[in-house]
């Protein structure tokens, strides 16, 4: 048998790469990624840095280091507790606020990966966009923000960035993860969305990916808990469109949860081949020389027209009857009452917060510190802190 000298080597023959076959040679961060990356991507040697300044690593780059904190903090092992659509008295299939951002984080780097973007801050970004929920979703955002109308209100994108300069504790035991202004930045602009510049190519799509992602899943869940049917989904033309396809390829006969499953695979995989068709045809014709350019140009990525309003119509769908079914709207309003009159107790009692809040009071004020202790919280933790601390059913 022949061998290929792609899968063979003896000591001291050259691999394909230049690499000698006796020794490890070990890539830069710099190496790898000037043979990979478009020249629109954020590099990771153009980072402006850290807010406090550290010394580089010899084999992660920064956005990887930056990957490592948020994936190693406690509020991001907290995200496992909080609810994404559903709580957890409806059982255990559907997703939580982590499984969402793991698979935010995946379907980015697919998007990255394709178009040559930094993988390392992509998936930095995936991993931090949610990062400062409160428990209960939205529900909770909603009455953290009205409990603290009159202290600046509250905003999860606004909390995570708290989270990341002073609420979590790195193993050297300074304050915050000390992350790359450029992920700080990216972060700032999830809260300017409507107002700021254009964010780096890969802060754009991890949001494109934020909104593939639930726009399926949140199908999924709601299919498989009984709140909605294949039969209404197919109603609208991204659903209809995608099981036309899934019955060429599975036929007819095909058992409900397979295609359930079949959907949620057809809805991103069209989502994502259809935006990053457009997104090629968008990037060939701009030429950028750099990721600056980008945002100097205010440019965005988008989804075509029309993909664009098939995805409005099912939004719209899942607005209407599963965000605001009868069940999520009891949830929602019972876990607000729960957090307001959590907000109050601590208030009127400030030795009740742990030291650590205790001590911040000092730094932002009782009001602020009592909601960032809140806003940490799980869902589990949140009724078990109401039960004792309030005492009484809601």
Avoid: W
């Amino acid at each position: 048998m022949t061998s290929s000298p792609h899968s063979t080597s003896r000591a001291g023959e050259t691999r394909p790469g230049g690499a000698s076959a006796d020794r490890t040679e070990l890539v830069t961060t710099a190496e790898r990624e000037a043979a990979l990356l478009a020249p629109y991507a954020m590099f990771s040697a153009d980072t402006a840095g850290r807010e406090r300044e550290e010394a580089e690593h010899p084999y992660r780059g920064p956005f990887q280091r930056d990957r490592d904190r948020i994936l190693h903090s406690s509020a991001f092992r907290r995200l496992s507790g909080k609810m994404q659509v559903f709580t957890g008295e409806r059982g255990d299939y559907h997703r939580t606020r982590l499984t969402h951002t793991q698979e935010v984080a995946s379907i980015a780097r697919t998007i990255g990966r394709a178009l040559r973007l930094n993988e390392d801050l992509i998936e930095a970004l995936a991993l931090f966009h949610d990062i400062g929920h409160p428990p209960f979703g939205h529900a909770g955002e909603d009455a953290l923000d009205e409990c603290l109308r009159d202290h600046g209100g509250f905003s999860h994108n606004a909390y995570g960035l708290t989270i990341a300069r002073e609420l979590e504790t790195r193993h050297d035991g300074t304050p915050g993860l000390n992350l790359t202004r450029e992920v700080l930045a990216c972060q700032k602009t999830r809260i300017d969305k409507t107002t700021g510049p254009a964010p780096l190519l890969e802060a754009q799509v991890v949001d494109l990916a934020d909104s593939i992602t639930y726009d399926a899943h949140d199908t999924d869940d709601a299919v498989k808990l009984g709140m909605v049917t294949l039969d209404e989904l197919s109603e609208l033309t991204l659903v209809r469109d995608t099981m036309a396809q899934n019955r060429r390829r599975l036929g007819d006969e095909a058992e409900p949860y397979v295609q359930r499953k079949a959907l949620v695979h057809g809805l991103i995989d069209r989502q994502v081949s259809s935006l990053l068709q457009s997104a090629a045809d968008s990037l060939r014709q701009q030429r950028f020389r750099c990721a600056q350019d980008v945002i100097d140009l205010g440019f965005r990525l988008e989804h075509d027209s029309e993909l664009a309003g098939q995805k409005e119509e099912l939004e719209a769908f899942l607005y209407q009857r599963v965000y605001r079914h009868p069940e999520l709207i009891e949830m929602r309003a019972r876990a607000q009452s729960r957090l307001a009159a959590l907000f109050g107790a601590f208030v009127s009692a400030r030795n009740g917060l742990p030291a650590k809040y205790r001590r911040r009071i000092d730094e932002v004020g009782l009001h602020r510190a009592v909601g960032d202790y809140l806003a940490g919280m799980t869902d589990r933790f949140c009724n078990e802190q109401f039960e004792q601390v309030v005492g009484r059913p809601s």
